[in-house]
């Protein structure tokens, strides 16, 4: 990626106010953070990587619920609640699966898809990042 493309992401982010933009060019991904007003962005370059053509589906052809934005995964919604799903519960369309927290603000998020939840691959309170698999659902 040459410089003159890094300054119009440069520039892009500052026009739209944003602290974060991360772009994937050719197997290559970019990330650029600001940290503060007065802070510029960090540049860091990730290694190449291969992106699969499809979502992620395996031999049993588990579907992916994946995070909608970036943001703090909650699985119930307040402390000492009973989570939304646990592994071997049955979830519909439209069932509420977590919360993610972003800005101040919690976000229900909504399953997709119906089947039965095989895997949960984020702990409670852990950060997501924006298409991060949060659960494995088999459909029934």
Known sequence: MDLEKLKEFI???NENNLCELEVEEEGKRIRLKKFSVDQPPI???LKPTTV???PQET???LIEIKSPMV??????PSPGAKPY?????????GDVVCIIEAMKLMNEIKSEVNGKVVQILVENGQPVEFGQ????????
């Open 85 to 93: 799903k646990e592994i071997g519960d049955i979830v519909k369309s």
């Open 133 to 140: 698999t949060l659960f494995l659902v088999e459909p029934v």
């Open 59 to 61: 031999t049993t052809n």
């Open 71 to 76: 943001g703090t995964f909650y699985r119930a």
């Open 52 to 54: 699969p053509e499809k």
């Open 11 to 13: 520039t892009f982010m």
């Open 43 to 45: 540049i860091s370059q």
